[in-house]
């Protein structure tokens, strides 16, 4: 697989909308007793079958050296629209893991939020534990509609047809999960985030685009299943990897506290209207630093701070800058990013770990997809 290839989607990336829970088969579990935490890994191959089952592979090694720690990880792993597994790896004798098969889910799309809702509910109902988490594996492209043009958009991608992030969201039971991580492209962006604000304490996502490997799971893995989660460590061994380990060193990685997300709307909300919509539709867009920028995609994202910053007094870029931290008390950064459109290397000037589209006056018909957005709401 080209190593430049990225967690973007075959033709740019997104979810669908189905319906339907037919079929099943499922194993009767006899070990009922509960964990510290079980992390379901949610997985939509599309063209990336290849890495994601490499993904597995280094699952499989963590927690055969021990890296559950006593927890429980659950693989929802869809090849294609009519064919997904339900499956528990587990650690055995002679430090070896192995997969056990819970349930098969035919004819159901993964991209459906009621698929998904249903995965969740199997995975808490046949693993009762004191903690949860979740891994989202697939395609994505931040927050940019699928019913933008032809190119379907956000995460995951199944038969060229997507989940915008508002179905994302309604896929996503409230506050089960401690964290989430995103192994897709460029879903820390701030709407996004601000989307899925109630879903999890903890998001551990990346602005830009990861490259196919996706997150080193051999490392990253054993810190979800520490006593306490630690995103910090996850995020800082995923920045070793990318930074002097993998042989392009291209990646960015950020850890979002969601509630105080906020707050940094707040902030944001009162430098927009002090700047007034004159300035705020009509960006100098050219030197801002982008972080994200697709084939097809009808604009780059751009690093929040870099954005804010030109439309903030010095006072209140310093109260904004405050909110950010709390907000994004994590974020590493390579010098330089991949962007598929081009493609292009992008030198990394500035970076706050969330991007964000700004409003382009050229763009109408985007502009008014993105007033439905709960961003929008909160900060225009």
Same mark, same amino acid.
């Given at each position: *697989?080209?190593?430049?290839?990225?967690?973007?989607?075959?033709?740019? &990336?997104?979810?669908?909308?189905?319906?339907?829970?037919?079929?099943?088969?499922?194993?009767?579990?006899?070990? *009922? =007793?509960?964990?510290?935490?079980?992390?379901?890994?949610?997985?939509?191959? =599309?063209?990336?079958?290849?890495?994601?089952?490499?993904?597995?592979?280094?699952?499989?090694?963590?927690?055969?050296?021990?890296?559950?720690?006593?927890?429980?990880?659950?693989?929802?792993?869809?090849?294609?629209?009519?064919?997904?597994?339900?499956?528990?790896?587990?650690?055995?004798?002679?430090?070896?893991?192995?997969?056990?098969?819970?349930?098969?889910?035919?004819?159901? =799309?993964?991209?459906?939020?009621?698929?998904?809702?249903?995965?969740?509910?199997?995975?808490?109902?046949?693993?009762?534990?004191?903690?949860?988490?979740?891994?989202?594996?697939?395609?994505?492209?931040?927050?940019?509609?699928?019913?933008?043009?032809?190119?379907?958009?956000?995460?995951?991608? $199944?038969?060229?047809?997507? *989940?915008? #992030?508002? $179905?994302?969201?309604?896929?996503?039971?409230?506050?089960?999960?401690?964290?989430?991580?995103?192994?897709? &492209?460029?879903?820390?962006?701030?709407?996004?985030?601000? $989307?899925?604000?109630?879903?999890?304490?903890?998001? *551990?996502?990346?602005?830009? $685009?990861?490259?196919?490997?996706?997150?080193?799971?051999?490392?990253?893995?054993?810190?979800?299943?520490?006593?306490?989660?630690?995103?910090?460590?996850?995020?800082?061994?995923?920045?070793?990897?990318?930074?002097?380990?993998?042989?392009?060193?291209?990646?960015?990685?950020?850890?979002?506290?969601?509630?105080?997300?906020?707050?940094?709307?707040?902030?944001?909300?009162?430098?927009?209207?002090?700047?007034?919509?004159?300035?705020?539709?009509?960006?100098?867009?050219?030197?801002?630093?982008?972080?994200?920028?697709?084939? =097809?995609?009808?604009?780059?994202?751009?690093?929040?701070?870099?954005?804010?910053?030109?439309?903030?007094?010095?006072?209140?870029?310093?109260?904004?800058?405050?909110?950010?931290?709390?907000?994004?008390?994590?974020?590493?950064?390579?010098?330089? #990013?991949? &962007?598929?459109?081009?493609?292009?290397?992008?030198?990394?000037?500035?970076?706050?770990?969330?991007?964000?589209?700004?409003?382009?006056?050229?763009?109408?018909?985007?502009?008014?997809?993105?007033?439905?957005?709960?961003?929008?709401?909160?900060?225009?």
């Amino acid at each position: *697989m080209n190593r430049l290839m990225t967690k973007l989607t075959l033709a740019a &990336c997104g979810i669908v909308l189905l319906t339907g829970l037919n079929g099943c088969s499922w194993e009767t579990r006899a070990d *009922m =007793s509960a964990p510290g935490r079980t992390v379901l890994v949610y997985m939509i191959a =599309s063209n990336l079958g290849n890495a994601l089952d490499n993904n597995i592979e280094d699952m499989m090694y963590a927690a055969g050296a021990g890296g559950l720690n006593g927890g429980t990880l659950v693989v929802f792993y869809s090849k294609n629209s009519d064919e997904a597994e339900l499956f528990e790896i587990r650690r055995g004798a002679g430090n070896l893991a192995s997969r056990h098969h819970i349930r098969h889910y035919d004819g159901m =799309s993964a991209v459906a939020p009621a698929t998904m809702r249903q995965v969740v509910r199997d995975v808490t109902e046949r693993y009762p534990s004191d903690s949860y988490g979740m891994i989202l594996s697939s395609h994505g492209t931040s927050w940019l509609p699928a019913s933008y043009g032809n190119t379907p958009r956000s995460f995951g991608e $199944e038969n060229r047809r997507s *989940m915008e #992030i508002y $179905e994302l969201a309604a896929g996503l039971p409230d506050r089960l999960f401690d964290f989430l991580v995103f192994d897709a &492209c460029s879903m820390a962006s701030v709407e996004c985030l601000y $989307e899925l604000r109630n879903k999890a304490g903890y998001i *551990m996502a990346s602005p830009s $685009e990861i490259l196919s490997y996706g997150i080193p799971y051999k490392t990253v893995l054993p810190c979800l299943f520490q006593q306490n989660a630690d995103l910090a460590d996850a995020a800082g061994k995923f920045h070793v990897f990318y930074k002097t380990i993998f042989d392009t060193h291209y990646g960015n990685i950020s850890v979002v506290k969601t509630d105080e997300l906020e707050n940094l709307a707040q902030i944001t909300r009162d430098i927009i209207a002090d700047a007034g919509q004159n300035t705020v539709y009509t960006p100098p867009l050219p030197n801002w630093q982008v972080l994200a920028y697709w084939n =097809s995609s009808p604009t780059p994202l751009y690093d929040l701070e870099d954005v804010i910053i030109r439309l903030a007094t010095d006072a209140q870029h310093t109260r904004f800058k405050t909110c950010l931290r709390k907000a994004v008390p994590v974020f590493y950064s390579t010098n330089e #990013i991949y &962007c598929s459109n081009g493609p292009s290397i992008v030198s990394v000037n500035r970076f706050s770990g969330l991007s964000v589209y700004p409003l382009q006056s050229q763009l109408p018909q985007l502009n008014d997809w993105y007033k439905q957005l709960e961003w929008y709401k909160a900060v225009y």
